[in-house]
């Protein structure tokens, strides 16, 4: 099993530091690519320290303890500053966000450092330092667990509030990615919780982990690094604007950008909507801006000359549709006529879906399914077979 664990070990590094140098090469690096690169600097420390512990690489051990020991208190808030970066802009970020981090720093300053110092120079053992060492780690544990499921927790609101806003008003980004990342670290932690409270009730593990629950949770680890890493390099900035937003999320700087006395929404009559609708349909028969992968409610309303929440209104009340949803079904459409047009034969099924507007492979072939009930490829062959 130690062959296992050392191999995970390095494997871990070897990613981490490689996704370290993806991010490093990249020029103009934005604001989520500078958090991502704290999250995986911390990561590649841990992993580091983990593979001193068990080669007994003692000045290597020292110099990562602290990272590793405060590696809960750091990184939770991190994943959630990062996932928050990439949907909004918002100025003087880390003037408030440092604030989350105050219970790593004082984590840090009352329990490891202390224990540092005394491993290293013998110091005698403050009281409160030496109950905690009697209790055991399953208190630590037990309160690290709950951290970090609270602030996954806050992680998915946040994904929740932004992934309403972009089905209303943008077009192709895939942020599925997203909540695959948080409900998986949720998982893993929710499992070490699980074996934890198991081991302090029974006072042995459970029988069919045999002493692997580490193995397995490190390997937990491993892809969940991986898959943020691949995505989150390759991940487009998203911004939305402003006026977009709903309430407030809590800890957040968009409470600061909304007046005390807002100016309410306009309402538009039935009349105003139906007197868009010929408009509307010239200008997808004739422009077919459905085409334009970056398209988004705003590029929209400018082609019909009108302002944003007017064709917001016109989609959602008159139409009875979600902006998200009427391009993604034009955009099916156009994929389905290509596939019966043999001028397209020359183009594979992935070039259609980019001739047609989609982004991705991903969510091509996830909206292609939800809008027909077949894969690409099965409608490509039943199309063939007629």
């Known amino acids: 099993m130690e062959l296992i664990l050392d191999f995970l070990l390095i494997g871990g590094i070897i990613i981490s530091f ?129 951290y970090l499921i609270s602030y996954l927790s806050y992680s998915i609101q946040i994904y929740n509030r932004f992934k309403s806003l972009l089905k209303q008003s943008y077009s192709s980004y895939d942020i599925q990615w997203i909540a695959r990342l948080l409900w998986g670290a949720l998982l893993i932690t929710g499992i070490d919780l699980l074996t934890e409270f198991y081991l302090l009730l029974v006072g042995e593990e459970l029988t069919f982990l045999a002493g692997s629950d580490a193995y397995i949770t490190l390997a937990g680890i491993l892809f969940l690094i991986f898959h943020l890493g691949y995505y989150g390099i390759n991940q487009s900035k998203i911004l939305i604007p402003k006026h977009l937003y709903l309430p407030p999320l809590a800890h957040s700087e968009i409470n600061t950008d909304i007046p005390s006395n807002p100016v309410p929404s306009p309402s538009y009559s039935s009349e105003d909507l139906k007197g868009l609708e010929s408009d509307f349909l010239q200008l997808m028969q004739e422009e077919k801006p459905y085409l334009d992968e970056d398209l988004t409610l705003g590029k929209m309303a400018k082609l019909m000359k009108i302002s944003d929440k007017k064709l917001s209104a016109f989609l959602n009340q008159y139409l009875k549709i979600s902006f998200y949803d009427l391009v993604n079904q034009e955009r099916v459409k156009a994929v389905c006529d290509k596939i019966q047009d043999p001028t397209f034969n020359h183009l594979t099924l992935l070039g259609i879906a980019f001739e047609s507007g989609f982004k991705s492979k991903t969510s091509f072939n996830r909206i292609f399914k939800k809008e027909t009930g077949l894969s690409p490829s099965d409608y490509k062959k039943i199309h063939e077979k007629q």
Do not use: D
């Open 18 to 146: 490689f996704i370290l140098m993806l991010i490093f090469k990249k020029e103009n690096k934005t604001r989520p690519e500078f958090i991502l690169s704290l999250f995986f600097i911390l990561i590649l420390l841990v992993f580091v320290h983990s593979y001193a512990q068990i080669h007994r690489i003692k000045w290597l051990f020292i110099l990562t303890y602290l990272p590793y020991e405060a590696l809960a208190w750091i990184a939770a808030p991190l994943l959630s500053l990062y996932i928050e970066s990439l949907f909004a802009k918002q100025k003087h970020f880390w003037r408030k966000k440092w604030t989350h981090f105050i219970p790593a720093i004082l984590f840090t300053a009352f329990f490891s450092l202390p224990i540092l110092i005394f491993w290293m120079s013998a110091a005698p053992k403050p009281p409160y330092i030496q109950q905690l060492i009697k209790w055991g780690e399953t208190p630590l544990v037990f309160l690290e667990s709950i």
